[in-house]
């Protein structure tokens, strides 16, 4: 059974591009290409790899350790010159990287990143943290320093998770007249931020405001509350979608971060391209690219996950 599956995710994986003879291959790995911020990163990993000379070919883990193994595994028996990856979690991912290593695969970690420093040629991720407490403090300001909150939070194995929902906290529980009602994992999910959001309202009806740890989630709560006549709560999410600037435009989510994921997939391309090269990126393994907080002033600036001019 497992040989089946092996062949048949093989099969998967030539459909996704050819390499030509010659060509060094640069493998992308991102969790659902569903979500618009994972299409977004592989697209632009993908473009910026064929505009430097690669082969490239994308592939989705679905946040899935055992398939991103598989993944990684196929990358080292394809000889990848490179593999970029938005992880499945901090601490299943470390055992794939370190094999991809001793095989002679970098790795170049976006967006997430790992419990390990060494294994990993970068780690490149967005401030989270900076990030987070911008939206923190507006949202903060919109609700008049008080009220009843709810907070969405993301994936318990994502070390993102984790860091925006301090960064939250670390802003709003300095102001003693906020008081968060519920906490819940959406798993960063539309769909569940949306039962999740129904079930919230009906033990606590008179919430002023929701937090959510991504834009997907945000998407999902404004879409409860809206069903349920309350449009008028304050939503904030993280991210930086179009979907979610639309809402802002709309007058709906009232704010969101922007992760630059275009600029840092973009970045683990040509840090790979350097490292391919003369074998070192000349710069940290750890790298923090700054966030900006979106509201309804800029938002019209804002596309797939990039501020246009």
Same mark, same amino acid.
């Given at each position: +059974?497992?040989? @089946? ?9 030539? *459909? ?21 911020? $994972?299409?977004?990163? &592989?697209?632009? @990993? ?5 505009? *430097?000379?690669?082969? /490239?070919? @994308? ?17 080292? &028996?394809?000889? /990848?010159? &490179?593999?970029?990856?938005?992880? %499945?979690? %901090?601490?299943?991912?470390? &055992? ?23 294994? =990993? ?17 507006? $949202? ?27 960064? $939250? ?8 007249? +906020? ?16 039962? !999740? ?21 945000? +998407?999902?709560?404004?879409? @409860?509350? !809206?069903? %349920?006549? !309350? ?6 999410? $993280? ?28 970045? =683990? ?18 790298? *923090? ?6 509201? !309804?002033?800029? %938002? ?10």
């Amino acid at each position: +059974m497992r040989k @089946a599956i092996a062949m048949l995710l093989v099969t998967c994986f030539a *459909l996704a591009g050819v390499v030509q003879a010659g060509e060094k291959l640069i493998v992308v790995i991102t969790p659902s290409h569903s979500n618009p911020f $994972f299409k977004t990163e &592989a697209d632009v @990993a993908v473009a910026r790899s064929k505009e *430097l000379g690669y082969a /490239a070919q @994308a592939y989705s883990h679905d946040d899935d350790g055992s398939k991103q193994s598989n993944f990684i595994d196929t990358a080292i &028996a394809n000889k /990848a010159a &490179a593999i970029v990856l938005d992880n %499945a979690g %901090a601490d299943v991912t470390i &055992a794939a990287v370190q094999k991809a290593k001793d095989a002679g695969v970098p790795t170049f970690l976006i967006d997430r990143e790992i419990n390990a420093t060494g294994v =990993a040629v970068s780690q490149i991720v967005a401030n989270n943290y900076q990030g987070v407490q911008l939206v923190a403090e507006f $949202f903060v300001e919109q609700m008049e320093e008080e009220g009843e909150y709810v907070e969405l939070t993301g994936r318990e194995s994502d070390t993102n998770a984790g860091v925006r929902s301090r960064s $939250f906290h670390d802003v709003i529980d300095q102001y003693p007249d +906020m008081k968060m009602v519920a906490r819940q994992s959406a798993n960063w999910s539309q769909p569940e931020a949306f039962s !999740k959001m129904e079930s919230i309202l009906q033990a606590n009806p008179n919430i002023k405001g929701v937090i959510c740890g991504n834009d997907t989630m945000a +998407m999902g709560a404004m879409a @409860a509350l !809206k069903a %349920a006549g !309350k449009g008028n709560v304050i939503v904030v999410g $993280f991210d930086g979608s179009n979907d979610v600037r639309d809402s802002i435009l709309a007058g709906e989510i009232k704010a969101t971060g922007l992760q630059p994921a275009a600029r840092i997939a973009a970045m =683990a391309v040509e840090q790979a391209d350097q490292y391919i090269k003369t074998g070192s990126t000349g710069l940290a393994e750890k790298q *923090l690219v700054d966030c900006v907080l979106i509201t !309804k002033d800029n %938002a019209a600036k804002l596309d797939n996950f990039a501020m246009q001019d």
